[in-house]
């Protein structure tokens, strides 16, 4: 069985202090339905969301967009994989069409960050690696990646300007 993609949405990035998580997982669904042409709600069967719930302190969040958007599907599931909780949604979808389980299976990758005080956030974000052993050394994903850039320069001898090319590529 094949899988593939068949519309694709996107909101607007920025302080959206404007509106909920559940309005922002609204805007892209909106438009991916629109970019179908033909496939209906009640067509999709199962829906993942993507997001880390704790920054916008909604639990249950696939069945509270569920809901929101309308649909009514057989499963749905939160995926929580820190920076890429929305390609960890888009592989559970797969995985889900692929063994047969779902046929059509909408995807959501929705984050808020400006409910809760920054330095809430950042100890969020501190926690996000393995507590016992990471966590207590105060450093975050971004702390860690440079600290993997210094040791890949040390030990193969890439230049700055070089890690620049791929973060400007990526």
């Known amino acids: 069985m094949k899988v593939g993609i068949v519309g694709i949405g996107h909101g607007k990035f920025g302080n959206r202090s404007d509106a909920t998580v559940q309005e922002l997982a609204f805007e892209p669904f909106k438009q991916a ?20 719930p704790e920054y916008h302190m909604q639990r249950s ?25 929305g390609s960890a949604a888009i592989r559970t979808a797969y995985m889900a069409i692929k063994s047969g389980m779902h ?49 890949h320069m040390h030990e193969f001898g890439t230049t700055k300007e070089q890690m620049a090319l791929v973060a400007v590529k990526n």
Do not use: H
Request: glycine letters at 8%; one cysteine or more.
């Open 33 to 52: 339905i629109e970019d179908t042409k033909n496939l209906r709600r009640e067509d999709i069967d199962a829906l993942v969301v993507g997001s880390v």
């Open 103 to 151: 046929d059509v299976v909408a995807v959501i990758g929705v984050q808020k960050m400006r409910e809760l005080a920054t330095e809430e956030i950042l100890a969020l974000m501190g926690r996000v690696g393995d507590v016992q052993w990471e966590s207590i050394f105060g450093t975050t994903f971004p702390g860690y990646y440079a600290l993997y850039a210094n040791r």
């Open 61 to 85: 969040l696939s069945g509270v967009v569920a809901e929101y958007v309308g649909m009514n599907p057989q499963s749905t599931w939160l995926t929580e994989a820190a920076c890429a909780s």
